[in-house]
């Protein structure tokens, strides 16, 4: 789940994909609309580009309540104590915002904003911060999607009504970088299991929910939903009401390496949804209308995510304060972004362009922190949103497909 310099001034070009982005002066397209290209797939290669513009261009910037995002990004500043000044924040090709040291003096401003004057946020962020317009291989729409806290009925031990298992993250995986052998790969991933001294995959979907590694005490609890299971696995984290009342917070501890692939699709490819209606409540309803298919299809996404327990059992559960993200921080719902850390760093106030998915004539503009990421989040211009817990989270989540755009505020130099 994963930016080195600063951007000089904007008529410099920087390059990016395996590089830096290119930051450019230049107008602001239109609002969102329209086919997102970021849902076709992506390029191979994709670039990072930049363009500089002023906040008063921002679509919606007055109407924001812009104290709400201090909290989430004096979380990510949190992050950045111990880290040393001269670390840069993301590494490789996202390395667009500078290093720790510059952003010591924005934190302690941060740290200063008052919610007694409403329009201080606003400033603080137009004093401390430029915006740039992210188009990825020139393009400035993207996709946005949702993601929430999943809420599971569960139990300590194994019944006839608790039999799907969570799993911990098993010993055996072996995870390297692969920038320890070539530094053009560096921060690139894989996951595997040694086998008489190779190198091999790790267990699929298929051979784990067979039973590959079970019986191995690697159980944290038992859930009484495949399905919610599966969808545990997309959102990467949940709670779950346990048997005796108790509420455990499970989070992501790791992954099988396999390459994501989504049920969605593969309902689409097979005739049985069609694109325009494809949500996690259709997902939903076709397993329930089809359960003698349903572990055939979820089978077909070979990623399989294992899980810790971050919450309940072990620690109190705050009421207020969600799952902690990729970055190490607790979630905002509504105001954390997970993007990918290929091109975006961790901590970054982003102006968010989209539409609400409940209502999707009516805009959705405001300031999210980047605070975490996912296997199915690919691309320059490419969000999902954290929406929280319940019914209301969930709904959102669910439906949320929209075009849109974003504009990074990075530090003022």
Known sequence: MRLAAFLRPAALVLFVSAC??????????????????????????????????????????????????????????????????SQSIGRGAAAVAGTVARWRPVCAAAARVSSADPALARRFFEKWFDPYLATANGRTKGLFTGYFEMDLRGSWVRTAKYSTPIYRRPPDIVEADLGDFRADLKGRRLYGKLEKSRLVPYDSRADIDAGSIANRKLELLWVDSAADAFFLHVQGSGRVVMEDGGIVRVGFAGRNGRPYRSIGGELIRRGELDRQRVSMQSIRGWLAEHPDRAAELMAANPSYVFFRIVAGALKPLAPNQGPVGAAGVALTPGRSLAVDRRYIPFGLPVWLDTTDPLTPSQPLRRIVITQDTGAAIKGPVRGDLFWGFGREAAARAGLMKQPGRYFLLLPKH
Request: charged share 20%; aromatic share 4%; with cysteine.
């Open 20 to 85: 830096a982005p290119t930051v450019m002066p230049g107008p602001v397209s239109p609002p969102p609309g329209g086919v997102a290209p970021a849902a076709r797939p992506p390029a191979v290669d994709q670039k990072l580009s930049l363009i500089k513009t002023t906040f008063d261009k921002l679509p919606g910037w007055h109407g924001d309540r812009h104290f709400a995002a201090i909290a989430p990004l004096l979380r990510s500043c949190q992050s950045l104590a111990k880290r040393p000044d």
